[in-house]
């Protein structure tokens, strides 16, 4: 199966009040844009979003949709699919039953926790219910619940518009946000982290990720301070599971009615569990391949044990031959054919590296099955396509992604995924190699080949 994200256009109101569907699409549809404007009509124009993504259930071998009932008639096709393990009912491939959230724009809460025009957004709430929408889906951004103190939670503006929601009749899904809004693509409002956490920053930048010339990223925490109390005596991850823990007893309500369908957990930059290793404010351009970003004390203690471990204390360091941000593979040193990547040293540094990535993912979700037990649980992945048709691979490496032309570096990830049972919402799906070639065709672009390659899409 596969889902897109679809920007949905009303000829009642301008494009800056436009919302953002996600479609749970057939992947095996010839046309699945077609068969998803019959199932989304009543005077809505849409397109594909640059911003779209796949959502994939990870499954082992063996294991079948057809191993539970098909829904049939359009009346039943809810309750077929609720009847359903909870691990399959985000699987409706083989099924005319194709569910469509919208996502609601990224400021409808003001950073005052207040929820603006509500008026006007029950009228384009009440237009998506009328056209058969299955619900919404909104960010619960940190920077704003917990904004000034530690524990002190205020999810006033939410629990308004959650109420609204339901009492039409809709359903939500929920990110949790730990992230900045603003300085990315298709970013329209500004919400930093929260106060008191910048406040630590100030003194201790190293909570942030850093590159290769100590520029902090202030989009969220270095997965460094996972397990180190620097944020008022908790761990990050501490942090996390208990705004995620007040989360879910604050709405216990919408929990226990159904009205909160999935949460999605973010667990990195733009939510995506990868480094920022592209960040537009550092200068990042496409198709540039990105840099490693381990340089804050926390990551580098750790670099440096792990070397010491391995016996060879000398690669406690990251690659200094890397290039910069807007560098191609074949500049540089370490990505280049035959580089330095795939030498003993960059094969244990990569290794490195990534696993610090999954096992932010494992950690992080595993405390999400705790405090959201009984819930589908998602996770983002961003989809790195750049580059892709070069043996290194550079960009994925850089975002932690251990994928060059010789290694599968999505099989860890999958299995972590499947280990907490958490569906996957994967970037990039509606992008076609042919177009990237066309714009770009320096960049060694393959969407079509990364999604191929990525194991939740069948090659488990």
């Not at 580089?339 to 595993?366: E, K, T």
């Not at 177009?435 to 899409?457: K, R, S, Y």
């Amino acid at each position: 199966m596969a889902v897109s994200s679809v920007r949905l256009f009303n000829s009642l109101y301008p494009p800056c009040a436009s919302l953002i569907a996600y479609s749970t699409l057939h992947s095996g549809f010839p046309n699945s844009l077609r068969y998803n404007s019959f199932r989304v009509k009543g005077g809505l124009v849409y397109s594909i979003s640059g911003s779209s993504r796949v959502r994939a259930l990870v499954k082992g071998k063996g294991e079948r949709t057809e191993d539970y009932p098909l829904a049939g008639d359009s009346t039943d096709d809810k309750k077929v699919a609720e009847s359903w393990p909870r691990s399959l009912q985000r699987d409706f491939a083989g099924t005319p039953y194709v569910p469509v959230y919208v996502m609601l724009p990224l400021g409808v809460i003001d950073r005052n926790c207040e929820l603006v025009d509500p008026e006007g957004l029950t009228n384009q709430l009440r237009i998506l219910k009328s056209v058969n929408v299955d619900g919404v889906m909104i960010d619960c951004w940190w920077g704003i619940v917990e904004a000034h103190a530690p524990q002190t939670y205020n999810w006033s503006g939410y629990r308004r518009l959650f109420q609204i929601v339901r009492d039409l009749g809709l359903k939500l899904q929920v990110v949790m946000s730990f992230h900045e809004c603003g300085g990315n693509v298709g970013d329209d409002v500004n919400i930093p982290l929260p106060q008191w956490v910048r406040e630590i920053g100030d003194s201790n930048p190293d909570i942030y990720f850093t590159d290769r010339e100590g520029r902090r990223n202030t989009e969220c925490l270095t997965w460094g301070i996972d397990k180190e109390r620097v944020l008022r005596g908790r761990t990050a991850v501490e942090v996390y599971f208990d705004y995620m823990r007040n989360f879910r007893v604050e709405f216990d309500d919408f929990f226990v009615s159904g009205v909160i369908a999935e949460i999605e957990v973010g667990m990195g930059p733009c939510g995506e569990l990868r480094y920022p290793s592209y960040p537009v404010k550092h200068g990042w351009k496409y198709p540039g391949i990105g840099e490693f970003q381990c340089y804050d004390k926390y990551l580098m203690k750790r670099l440096k044990k792990a070397a010491e471990i391995r016996g060879h204390t000398f690669w406690g360091r990251a690659p200094y031959n890397s290039g910069s941000y807007n560098s191609a593979p074949h500049e540089t040193g370490f990505f280049r054919d035959g580089g330095d990547y795939d030498s003993y040293y960059g094969r244990f540094f990569l290794n490195w590296y990534s696993q610090i990535l999954v096992d932010h993912g494992d950690r992080v979700l595993a405390l999400a099955n705790l405090a959201f037990e009984g819930t589908c649980i998602a996770a983002k992945l961003s989809g790195i396509y750049w580059w892709y048709k070069t043996a290194s691979h550079a960009a994925e490496l850089t975002s932690g992604f251990y994928n060059p032309a010789h290694r599968d570096g999505y099989a860890l990830i999958a299995a972590m995924l499947k280990k907490h049972g958490v569906a996957l919402n994967f970037t990039c799906v509606e992008l076609r190699t042919l177009n990237q070639h066309e714009g770009f065709p320096e960049a060694m672009a393959d969407p079509e080949g990364l999604v191929w390659q990525t194991p939740i899409f069948g090659q488990v």
